[in-house]
DNA sequence: GTAAATAATATTGTAAACAAAATTGTTAGA
DNA sequence: TCTAACAATTTTGTTTACAATATTATTTAC
């Protein structure tokens, strides 16, 4: 699965309704603790139950679900520590990729950066999804020009984590600052200043990261976050 | 899987099966581009075929064989620049664990960290799996004091990489430089210098990989490496 | 003899049948 | 009414049989 090219159509089912319960989760149709039962789930997408099986096994490898033996498979919850530890880590990865791509950016990606910058800008504040996308692109940009894909690929299953429902309704406040942060950045960068581009993203993540937990914490219901 | 206490018994004949084969291609076994058919290895470790389909399922999540669809499995073939960004992220994640553990390391971690170092002082040169194991304690120490579960859980998925016989065979004539290095981590560790610990072993880790790539391209066959 | 076409075989992929375990429901006894 | 034992049902786990595809061998036409 990881270096395939060519897909049976039974694996092109499976990362199918791997992509969609994956969305169900993060946008919270699939609440933490919601049982996922094999046959039930294999009735509503018109698929085998070993395509179900498949997909809940790669889910239960991103920690999204968990399964355990003659039990079955459940959403899985979220620890305030899993939290912390994810952003700690993603702070570490884009921000070392920060410094590998300044060499490689080229002008037309600072460009890039630059317009994202603006897009930002203009959004209106209650539009977290808008927000979110324009956040990530604006990562995604930097992060792919590191020149180490499987850096790029562990940024990428880590960073999935920044889509789950709690974290994006969090955002809106922070939005102005996020921006001015981007605009640092987006300096570092366009000087090739690797090293500053990457202090400045670590703070940027874990900042970020900060006032999350503490919205978290004072925000969602006990038993929620386990 | 991620979060499995219980096992049944068809997953522990997978785990088996899955760490024999890891074993067998990591130290040199069975060679890159030889075919895994299921049904030779199924009778070989007298397990149903389906076992041998899961192991193998998984030795591909970890890039150690390669699936096509209708044609099977083969052990991977290793790339240079699959080596060189491998030692990269490895020597991000543990400067930073050991950034981390510097706060939470106790005068009992040092002690065993300079009992490690001694040990390694007393291995034979030519002893190449002897002196394997001690820097792998030497680091493990370390890397379990970092306070961070997935950070731990990232190294142990990509150190794992450093077992392969290519690269356990080109060690020897280093041994006495990383010996030096790792008293250099053990004083910066020891005076709680975070920031030190983590220059050292990057720099540690960067500069062995050096080392391998140069002894690799003089000393390996042409396709051995794609 | 060579190459294309076709058959035979080997190998992997998938679904469906069956087995094992957990869960729920029911009954009987106190 | 409560509990313990047991039966019924649900759900997951595993094997097995078969289908799909690729590979190799064989035949046939030129």
Redesign the pocket.
């Known amino acids: 699965m990881a270096t395939a090219t060519k897909k049976?159509?039974?694996?092109a089912?499976v990362d199918k309704v791997t992509r969609k319960l994956r969305v169900d989760i993060y946008s919270g149709i699939r609440l933490p603790r919601e049982?996922?039962?094999?046959?039930?789930l294999a009735k509503l997408f018109n698929?085998?139950?070993?395509?179900i099986?498949q997909a809940l096994s790669q889910l239960d490898a991103d920690s999204l679900v968990t399964?355990?033996?003659?039990?079955?498979?459940a959403v899985a919850e979220i620890s305030l520590k899993r939290i912390r530890e994810s952003y700690q880590i993603i702070s570490l990865l884009e921000g070392y990729a920060a410094y590998l791509a300044a060499e490689h950016l080229t002008p037309k990606d600072i460009k890039t950066l630059k317009d994202l910058i603006k897009e930002q800008q203009a959004v209106n504040v209650s539009d977290v999804q808008a927000w979110q996308n324009l956040n990530k692109k604006f990562h995604r940009v930097i992060n792919l020009k590191c020149g180490n894909s499987r850096l790029i690929e562990l940024i990428r299953q880590n960073v999935q984590f920044t889509s789950y429902w709690f974290i994006v309704l969090s955002a809106p406040g922070r939005i102005p600052e996020n921006i001015k942060e981007h605009i640092k950045i987006a300096e570092a960068l366009e000087g090739k200043d690797g090293v500053e581009a990457r202090k400045v993203i670590e703070r940027h993540i874990i900042t970020a990261a900060g006032y999350l937990l503490e919205h978290l914490r004072n925000n969602l219901p006990m038993g929620m976050l386990n």
Chains 1, 2 share one sequence.
């Open positions: 049976t159509t039974f694996q089912e049982r996922l039962v094999e046959q039930d698929v085998s139950r070993m395509v099986r399964i355990e033996p003659y039990k079955g498979a």
